[in-house]
T-cell receptor, first 114, second 112 residues
Framework: EPEVTQTPSHQVTQMGQEVILRCVPI?????FYWYRQILGQKVEFLVS????????KSEIFDDQFSVERPDGSNFTLKIRSTKLEDSAMYFC????????????FGPGTRLTVL | GDSVTQMEGPVTLSEEAFLTINCTYT??????LFWYVQYPGEGLQLLLK?????DKGSNKGFEATYRKETTSFHLEKGSVQVSDSAVYFC???????????FGKGTMLLVSP
């Protein structure tokens, strides 16, 4: 069964460093998403991506964040200069279409900023 | 703004007990409603969904009915199993968009 994969499963970084979180969405999906969950808090939407551009983003997704689909399979989230409060579980998701279509989630990357 | 509120966990039950996990949402627009489940070490999986008022979503013995009058989407199961132990997330979409707003999640622990 096709699934969304994410690497690494756990990333530890120093404050101020750049990190890139990687995701491989399901191959025939066209819509891609990043969410995050700070420990003990809600899963929060960060950004959605379609047709090689951002279609929607939240207030959290400021200039420190960027997304890219560098090739036909990968979808990355870059945090340019990490802060302590960026420590969270980051989930990638993909869906075939927009609206109420099911989003398929990856297992997440736990980012720890020291 | 749009929000989802679900009951605090953990919910601890014995096998074969009846389960209810409450979820309410803000009534803006015409959202679709979802329940996702996360088993240990895995990603979020869609459990069931309902796209309009009075719809009932069901899967694997779980059910939830979209109640517009009470802005609720409570998850129920008549007889839980140990294998149902997981974290359950209620979520809503925004009208016309697929962005999801999640609740905090409710951990369910089922003992034999």
């Amino acid at each position: 069964e096709p699934e969304v994969t994410q690497t690494p499963s756990h990333q530890v970084t120093q404050m101020g460093q750049e990190v890139i979180l990687r995701c491989v969405p399901i191959s025939n999906h066209l819509y891609f998403y990043w969410y995050r969950q700070i420990l003990g808090q809600k899963v929060e939407f960060l950004v959605s991506f379609y047709n090689n551009e951002i279609s929607e983003k939240s207030e959290i997704f400021d200039d420190q964040f960027s997304v890219e689909r560098p090739d036909g399979s990968n979808f990355t989230l870059k945090i340019r200069s990490t802060k302590l409060e960026d420590s969270a579980m980051y989930f990638c998701a993909s869906s075939e279409r927009d609206g109420a279509a099911e989003q398929f989630f990856g297992p997440g990357t736990r980012l720890t900023v020291l | 703004g749009d929000s989802v509120t679900q009951m605090e966990g953990p919910v601890t039950l014995s096998e074969e007990a009846f389960l209810t996990i409450n979820c309410t949402y803000t009534a803006t627009g015409y959202p679709s409603l979802f329940w996702y489940v996360q088993y240990p070490g895995e990603g979020l999986q869609l459990l069931l969904k309902a796209t309009k008022a009075d719809d009932k979503g069901s899967n694997k013995g779980f059910e939830a009915t979209y109640r517009k009058e009470t802005t609720s989407f409570h998850l129920e199961k008549g007889s839980v199993q140990v294998s149902d132990s997981a974290v359950y997330f209620c979520a809503r979409s925004h009208s016309g968009y697929s962005t999801l707003t999640f609740g905090k999640g409710t951990m369910l622990l089922v003992s034999p």
